[in-house]
């Protein structure tokens, strides 16, 4: 063999031995990256990042991205036991914008996964949120082809967005990330998922929710591990504070022992995941009141922390915090302070740059403030301040963040709001007026950052709990400004508190109609509202890269910040161009102030509008002579009393005698409740009170009807015609705010004929109908009132949905006898029942335009909806309120049908009369009650049905109409009489 073939055969042998040895290299590279994957999902992180180190090392250059892939999942499982900032600083740096050789997908993939990490590995929560987002943001379109990385960055960001309390976002990201874990073997992430999910929701109150997806990641997780794995302890530990939330004490027990034995089993007693179980354990039974056992568990894990050689910083702080409040919760302040004391240092010294130290700067100031330490109180809020916001004096308790301040709203609007409430601390100790205004200053910036969360934050929309949150910002508001006003004389201050009354109202109203999602059916386009939170959005992140960038960098940013503001309020215009009603609700807040309200009062008119804050009530009192305000202590059981006067009512049996002693017993609670709640909420204003009366109420106060208060108790208790109901005195009307009766009033309605729906439910109809049980006046009562406003009459089968909805547009009054019902859980489920099972649904009415007078709702349930502090109702009459309609008429319970019939016709009789519309349903009320006897004389009967918007009369355009012909007519005639008869008057004077 020639000496060239020789050098040929051996570089072929060589070559195939390369080839054959490398092939066996990526072989068992696949096995260790196969098993590094398993490990780390079995929770395995040590085996697992030697599995992937190994892996790493056998893949050649053959398989570059397998090599860095591999490289990048070994740090993954050493985040939270090795320094590993650099190393992902230095891949970050190196395959950001530099030549990679990489596919699209597999560069974005690699990039996704170094920010996750990025986000994990800084203590900074500003770092922590922009990179996660970098990660969300890149990973995105190729979720569905990189699941696994995809799950984990939505998973991680849904935790920093519930670690900072902003829970919707949170909910977003893990709705987001579930169907990408499930089905896939990613079952520790699927069932982390579950868990953090439910956490976010027990935050906001779904607490029924939030138990089926703890008990589907305990389900998940249990199936594919057993009994004896550390997330499963977790997820116990999660149900069994759902479950004592819930009221569930013996389930909560049995999941809390649960997962302290499984902690206990894998771990030790002295362990830090014994140790994190006992601190949730004694938070919980902190809020379940009971503090012996809370004080006891607290303790043993402060022990335990202390004992370890490498403790869980997060939970060491958390140990001290919790044992605090334990003595907090007992009034043993002076005690609770150090203990807070050393969780602040703790904190400093675990994460000395960590702006999450200001939640135990906060909790100090709290323990300061329980002291009396007032300068104390000041001091620490205004270090929290400082922690979080860069670039504020340490040393000047006077310096405040800017109204443009790029920080998060929420924290921006609770920091302001603590610091706040210190400064009217600091003036009732120094009677300073300047520290009053210090106060007013800070609620007015709190309250500017709420605006903003409400409005320029997308995926918020949980606005009970934002309502929850800010009710103690218009609280101390109105407290500052009325305050004000008594020191100064200045009446323009009441008007200012006013204005944060109404504000609260009206955004209120606006956070009602997100929750029920009013905004997104109001005809808009699905690209409309994409574009717009993809402007906010933009916003968001251009904010959050300025706070973080220095320099050139910054300046930069900056100008890309002003054009986006520049496109965001371009956008907003064009919104307030093409769809008025979705602008105005959501971003045109015009309100009306106490002088504009006074000059449009009638003189026979009084409005009150009411605040039921957290200390005191106050009563906003506005008629033709001007405005007073009014403050009174807040009853701690105000929801109870009310409650129980709604009970009393509710419970009084019409069918056995008025002498049965239950009916007694129930007719002597309802007569203490309506005196009693008379006294508080009418008595300090009854001088002053016309004789035609506006309400405005607000919070517990809106499931109130007014009218069966009682001015006086009965001296005969079982002779109901003797009960001096409000009723019998005073025209009442009722609205959401003072803004939206004043666009109420406007509103331009002119037809006056009517609709009439009275649908069947009889049994034998055999539909999903017969749920609701037949109406036997119901047909009487739409037959009677369309005689008296003739139009248009759908009766038994013909009253459908499809009926309704072809020509209600069409008519200027629009009258429902049928059933309705109101779903607590999503008012968007919310509706009106038809003919044949066919249901009108709240959310529908959204897209409706309706310019008409009157809608009346006679019909069980129309204004029920749920009741939060500082809320309106989310109810059937307030979607037609959105639909246009200037009046509603509805009814705060179960109506009896008969009664609701002979109410109805009174009432449609007295409109045909021209009376305005509060009066003709008083009269209506009093003519029921005047024809009644005995048990029917009962209020449960007729107070019910409340007037909600405007009060003007029907205008009678048909009705007039046909006068001004019969008055021209005979006017002629007259006029033709007159002039033939001085004719003949004359000729025969010329005879004579």
Avoid at 270 to 292: H, K, M, P, R
């Amino acid at each position: 063999m020639s000496p060239k073939l020789n050098l040929l055969l051996a570089i072929v042998i060589q070559v195939g031995i390369r080839s054959y040895l490398s092939a066996q290299d990526t072989l068992e590279a696949h096995q260790l990256w196969s098993e590094g994957m398993h490990a780390f999902s079995s929770g395995l992180y040590t085996p697992a990042a030697q599995s992937f180190e190994k892996a790493a090392q056998l893949f050649t250059e053959e398989h570059p991205f397998r090599h860095v892939q591999c490289n990048i999942w070994r740090l993954h499982c050493l985040i939270d036991s090795v320094d590993v900032a650099k190393e992902i600083d230095d891949l970050l740096d190196r395959y950001d914008n530099g030549e990679h050789g990489f596919s699209d997908r597999e560069h974005v993939t690699l990039l996704a996964h170094l920010w996750l990490l990025k986000g994990s590995s800084f203590p900074d929560d500003v770092e922590e949120r922009q990179s996660l987002h970098n990660a969300a943001n890149l990973v995105e379109p190729f979720a569905e082809q990189a699941a696994q990385i995809a799950a984990m960055i939505y998973l991680r960001t849904g935790i920093y967005h519930y670690q900072n309390e902003t829970h919707d976002s949170a909910i977003h990201y893990f709705e987001k990330a579930i169907p990408l874990a499930s089905g896939r073997e990613l079952v520790l992430i699927e069932g982390e998922i579950y868990l953090q999910w439910a956490q976010a929701l027990r935050r906001i109150g779904d607490l029924q929710k939030a138990k089926q997806l703890v008990q589907s990641g305990v389900q998940v997780i249990g199936t594919r591990f057993g009994e004896m794995h550390p997330e499963l302890a977790t997820g116990y530990n999660n149900l069994a504070i759902i479950e004592k939330a819930l009221g569930n004490e013996e389930a909560a027990s049995f999941s809390f022992q649960r997962a302290l034995r499984i902690r206990e089993a894998l771990y030790g007693r002295t362990s830090n995941e014994y140790g994190i179980v006992l601190n949730n354990a004694a938070l919980q039974f902190l809020d379940d009141g009971q503090v012996d056992v809370a004080e006891q568990y607290a303790k043993q894990t402060i022990e335990i922390f202390e004992k370890l050689a490498a403790p869980n910083g997060r939970f060491h702080v958390a140990s001290y915090n919790t044992l605090a409040k334990v003595y907090s919760r007992r009034g043993a302040h002076d005690r609770a302070f150090p203990f807070y004391q050393k969780a602040v240092d703790l904190h400093l010294r675990y994460f000395p740059d960590n702006s999450r130290v200001r939640f135990y700067y906060l909790d100090l100031g709290r323990n300061a403030q329980a002291r009396g330490r007032v300068s104390e109180t000041l001091h620490h809020f205004h270090q929290a301040m400082c922690a979080t916001i860069e670039g504020l004096d340490e040393e000047n308790i006077h310096d405040n963040p800017g109204r443009d301040h790029l920080a998060n709203y929420q924290t921006l609007k609770h920091l302001c709001l603590l610091k706040a409430s210190a400064w009217m601390d600091h003036y009732a100790s120094s009677s300073d007026t300047s520290d009053l205004m210090e106060a007013i200053g800070l609620y007015d910036l709190a309250d500017h950052f709420a605006t903003k969360n409400r409005t320029e934050v997308s995926f918020q929309k949980s606005k009970m709990l934002f309502s929850r949150q800010n009710l103690p910002i218009y609280e101390g508001a109105i407290k500052a400004y009325i305050t004000l006003a008594e020191l100064t004389g200045d009446p323009a201050y009441y008007g200012k508190a006013f204005l944060k009354n109404e504000k609260s109202k009206s955004l209120t109203l606006l956070e009602s109609l997100l929750e029920a999602s009013a905004l997104q059916h109001s005809a808009i386009d699905q690209e409309v509202l994409a574009r717009e939170a993809a402007l906010q959005d933009s916003l968001a992140r251009v904010r959050q890269l300025v706070m973080q960038s220095t320099g050139s960098l910054r300046e930069e940013l900056m100008l890309k910040k002003t054009d986006l503001e520049l496109a965001y309020e371009h956008f907003k215009s064009s919104l307030e161009e093409k769809y008025p009603r979705y602008h105005q609700a959501k971003y045109n807040f015009n309100f009306v102030d106490l002088e504009e309200l006074s000059s449009s009062c009638a003189s026979d008119e009084t409005m009150l509008e009411y605040f039921v804050g957290r200390e005191h009530i106050y009563l906003f009192l506005i008629s033709k002579k001007g405005s007073t305000v009014q403050y009174i202590p807040r009853p701690v059981d105000l929801e109870s009393r009310v409650q129980h006067f709604l009970e009393a009512l509710g419970a009084f049996n019409p069918q056995m005698p008025i002498t049965d002693q239950a009916n007694v017993d129930h007719l002597k609670q309802y007569v203490d409740q309506a005196y009693g709640l008379y006294e508080l909420l009418l008595k300090p204003v009854e001088q002053q009170v016309s004789r035609r009366l506006k309400i405005v109420p607000d919070g517990v106060l809106n499931l109130l009807p007014f009218g069966a208060l009682l001015p006086e108790r009965p001296e005969d208790l079982m002779d109901m015609r003797s009960y001096l109901f409000v009723e019998k005195t005073k025209a009442i009307s009722y609205n959401y705010s003072a803004t939206l009766y004043h666009t109420m009033q406007g509103q331009i309605a002119l037809r006056s004929d009517m609709m009439a729906v009275a649908p069947s439910f009889a049994v034998e109809a055999g539909t999903e109908a017969r749920q609701f049980g037949p109406l036997l006046f119901n047909e009487i009562e739409a037959t009677q009132v369309s005689s008296i406003f003739p139009g248009k009459l759908l009766t038994g089968a013909s009253a459908t949905k499809s009926a309704v909805l072809q020509d209600m547009d069409r008519f200027g009054i629009l009258h429902f006898a049928t059933h309705a019902k109101v779903d607590d859980q999503n008012s968007d489920l919310s509706f009106l029942a038809f003919h044949g099972g066919d249901r009108l649904f709240l959310h529908e009415l959204y897209n409706l335009q309706l310019p008409i007078q009157l809608v009346t709702l006679s019909a069980c349930e129309t204004n029920v909806g749920p009741v939060q502090t500082g809320e309106g109702l989310a109810s059937l009459a307030r979607g037609f309120s959105y639909a246009g309609a200037k009046s509603i008429v509805t009814s705060l319970w179960d109506v009896q049908d008969k009664a609701a019939t002979d109410i109805m016709q009174y009432f449609y009789t007295n409109l045909a009369e021209d009376l305005p519309k509060d009066q003709a349903l008083q009269r209506a009320k009093m003519s029921y009650l005047e024809k009644s006897t005995g048990n029917l004389m009962h209020p449960f009967f007729w107070a019910t049905f409340i007037l909600i918007g405007s009060e003007e009369p029907i205008f009678m355009s048909n009705h007039w109409q046909s006068r001004l012909w019969w008055s021209l007519i005979i006017g002629s005639v007259l006029v033709i009489f007159f002039f033939i008869r001085k004719q003949i008057h004359e000729l025969q004077s010329k005879r004579g």
